[in-house]
């Protein structure tokens, strides 16, 4: 909710003249005949009026940074140097911190005597395998020329034989050297598979032996080579570590905070550094749903800052919420200005003028005249010498006042002084100004009878 500074100035000394008239607006005094009256509460009142709101638009915000970052350590570890200080303008990949890797050089170190006795069962588990595979290559082959040695062995009986079956038909040989001739046929052919089943378990063992087979050779290949890769992918880990020990700047900016220091802890879960950006610097200010439809990103805007000798900035709307502010009933714009020279520090407070806009008959009142409240801005209007209540909704907001959108109408008669005391109902007294300021300095009776006693006890004395 917006609170005026002007109006709780002003209740200090409404106060005080609270204490002087009766303690607060509601409150009741005892009259000559023993029953009590009301008090009225002095009210400076105001008569509202329709008037021209419009052109230009004045708002009031705090600036801040277009971007913060808060730099985090992938690695987590002891810091071993800090490279910048609060204030420091860094560019982004310049180096930050840099995390101590003591421990991890020497894991590195082990973990690469690891790879080099790996890589070493590798080559001999290979040279293994492929002597294997040598030995059963040759093993094939002889079982091959046992094969062909064979069959040629059988061509052989088989031409005697059908020889010896000739000679025998003619009368030239007895039985017995056709049977002779048929049993060497016998044994050659038992011979011819004798050797193909050598020939396919040879076969079958340089299968297993080969490349891609299963093998014990190869199964040792497989083996140490998982052992190297799993040996190899730590080294590249720990390398990987390594690499992140040294924190850059992701952004170009300034560094608004040191986060750390060279002996500390740094872990992923907390800054070691974080960096502002402020050129373009941003302000954030409440546009009121009464003009926020005129407005677009982009619209050039007007930025005073009375910290930096009230110069004025050139500045550019860069978002526009979608969505109403629940308790300022207005939508937030975000506003960047241009800071180039870097004299605009977040915290600043600044005033945007934005420019162009229609112009409409509306109801304003003064700023002080508004009091905020849990249910939000209410306003006092007076009648017949009684104030009431009245919630309002606000609109356009200059620097000293406030268009009222609804809740009030023209031609009604408001408290615009000394309605911080008022509640439904009070009875009020309209003076003017300088009556009521003449009210703060007044003496009440009490203390003036008193400083009267004082006075005649000194004299006693």
Same mark, same amino acid.
Request: hydrophobic share 35%; with cysteine; proline share 4%.
């Given at each position: 909710? @917006? ?21 607060? +607006? ?35 915000? &705090? ?7 808060? /730099? ?7 810091? !071993? ?32 005597? $690891? ?6 069962? /590798?080559?001999?588990? %290979? +040279?293994?395998? %492929? ?6 290559? !040759? ?75 299963? +093998? ?5 290949? @497989? ?25 850059? +700047? ?7 905070? %040191? ?48 910290? $930096? ?9 860069? %978002? ?22 870097? /004299? ?6 600044? &005033? ?9 008959? $509306? ?8 009091? &905020? ?89």
């Amino acid at each position: 909710m @917006r609170m005026n500074n002007k109006v709780v100035l002003t209740a200090i000394p409404l106060l005080a003249s609270v204490a002087l008239f009766s303690g607060c +607006s509601n409150a009741t005094a005892p009259n000559s005949s023993g029953g009590h009256k009301s008090r009225t509460v002095p009210i400076v009142a105001s008569i509202v009026k329709m008037s021209p709101v419009g052109g230009d638009l004045v708002l009031t915000g &705090q600036l801040t940074a277009s971007l913060q970052t808060k /730099v985090v350590s992938k690695l987590s570890g002891k810091v !071993s140097k800090v490279y910048v200080q609060t204030g420091d303008i860094v560019s982004a990949g310049e180096k930050l911190v840099v995390i101590d890797t003591t421990d991890l050089q020497s894991q590195l170190a082990q973990q690469k005597a $690891a790879v080099k006795t790996a890589q070493d069962q /590798v080559a001999k588990a %290979r +040279s293994d395998a %492929r002597n294997s595979s040598i030995t059963a290559n !040759s093993s094939v082959d002889t079982a091959k020329s046992n094969v062909d040695q064979a069959t040629a062995t059988l061509q052989q009986a088989q031409v005697k034989l059908h020889q010896q079956q000739t000679l025998f038909a003619s009368g030239a040989i007895p039985k017995q050297n056709v049977n002779d001739a048929q049993d060497a046929v016998t044994n050659a052919q038992l011979k011819v598979a004798s050797a193909q089943q050598a020939l396919q378990a040879a076969q079958a063992t340089y299968q297993i032996a080969a490349p891609g087979g299963n +093998s014990d050779a190869q199964k040792s290949i @497989r083996i140490a080579e998982d052992q190297l890769a799993q040996a190899e992918a730590s080294v590249s880990s720990i390398q990987t570590q390594i690499s992140e020990a040294a924190v850059t +700047s992701p952004i170009s900016g300034i560094v608004a905070s %040191r986060d750390v220091e060279v002996g500390g802890f740094a872990s992923g879960s907390q800054s070691v550094v974080t960096l502002v950006q402020n050129n373009p610097i941003k302000v954030v200010v409440n546009v009121p749903e009464t003009v926020i439809n005129e407005i677009k990103v982009g619209s050039p805007v007007k930025v005073s800052v009375s910290a $930096a000798g009230n110069k004025t900035f050139d500045a550019k709307i860069s %978002r526009i919420s979608p969505v109403e502010d629940t308790n300022s009933k207005s939508y937030p714009v975000e506003v960047n200005v241009n800071n180039s020279t870097g /004299v605009l520090k977040p915290g600043m407070v600044a &005033q945007a003028t934005i420019g162009g806009l229609s112009k409409h008959d $509306a109801i304003q009142v003064p700023a002080d005249s508004i009091v &905020q409240t849990p249910d939000g801005p209410e306003i006092f209007t007076i009648e017949n010498g009684i104030a009431h209540q009245h919630l309002v909704k606000e609109g356009t907001i200059s620097s000293n006042t406030i268009e009222i959108v609804s809740g009030l109408k023209s031609g009604d008669k408001i408290a615009i002084l000394g309605q911080e005391l008022l509640n439904e109902g009070s009875k009020v007294k309209e003076v003017s100004k300088d009556q009521l300021n003449a009210e703060f300095t007044k003496p009440s009776k009490k203390s003036g009878s008193h400083s009267k006693h004082q006075q005649s006890s000194g004299g006693s004395q």
